[in-house]
């Protein structure tokens, strides 16, 4: 079955960067683009961009633009996201999702940005 | 690139049928499909509409989604209201570059 398992909870200071993992397995990697989605504590959903493993070809959105870095290592089915000069409004659950028909969802990564 | 507007929140009783609207601020779906996703208190979100009418398996025909003629509007009906359907729904497109743009989420109170 499709799984999506990301990284663990990641304690920064405002200004630091964080890189989070979403390790996929269950289909063929280079199949589907992965995107990446964020909420803030008692928010919606934000999308942040995406990622196609075969080619590593990405798409931000305009907000994460300057800050944003998504790349893959095929060799370990894994796709990662890197978000640099966090401040605290940064601070929320990062969700990795494989697109293309049904979407799967990884379990999220708790961020929080604090001093 | 455009905005998803849903109504914040949307109350019905058990039994009964309630609809969730979706509404483009500026161009059509057309070649965009919309995606309907669920999300329980403190629980990930789950997909239960992609492709704008498809149902992953699992995901009961009480939930179907439909575009209307206009495509600049799309619906999440779910009928038989049970008090697990309480939660947000969040509706999901794409723009002309390929850009994800989500709704701001519709709260479901079951009465």
């Known amino acids: 079955q499709v799984q999506l398992v990301q990284s663990g909870t990641e304690v920064k200071k405002p200004g630091a960067s964080v890189r989070v993992s979403c390790k996929a397995s269950g289909y063929t990697f280079s199949a589907n683009y992965i995107h990446w989605v964020r909420q803030a504590p008692g928010q919606g959903l934000e999308w942040m961009g995406w990622?196609?493993?075969?080619?590593?070809?990405?798409n931000y959105a305009r907000k994460f633009q300057v800050r944003v870095i998504m790349t893959r290592d095929t060799s370990i089915t894994t796709a990662f996201m890197e978000l640099s000069s966090l401040r605290s409004d940064d601070t929320a659950v990062y969700y990795c999702t494989r697109a293309g028909g049904d979407f799967y969802w990884g379990q999220g990564t708790l961020v929080t940005v604090s001093s | 690139n455009f905005l998803l507007t849903q109504p914040h929140s949307v109350s019905e009783s058990p039994r009964k049928t309630v609809t969730i609207s979706c509404t483009r601020s500026s161009g059509v779906f057309v070649n965009n499909y919309v995606q309907w996703f669920q999300q329980r208190p403190g629980s990930v979100p789950v997909t239960i509409i992609f492709e704008n009418d498809q149902r992953p398996s699992g995901v009961p025909d009480r939930f179907s989604g439909s575009i209307d003629s206009s495509s600049t509007s799309a619906s999440l009906t779910i009928s038989g209201l049970r008090s697990e359907d309480e939660a947000d729904y969040f509706c999901h497109s794409y723009d002309y570059n390929h850009e994800g743009v989500f709704g701001g989420g519709t709260k479901l109170t079951v009465l």
């Open positions: 990622i196609d493993p075969d080619s590593g070809n990405t």
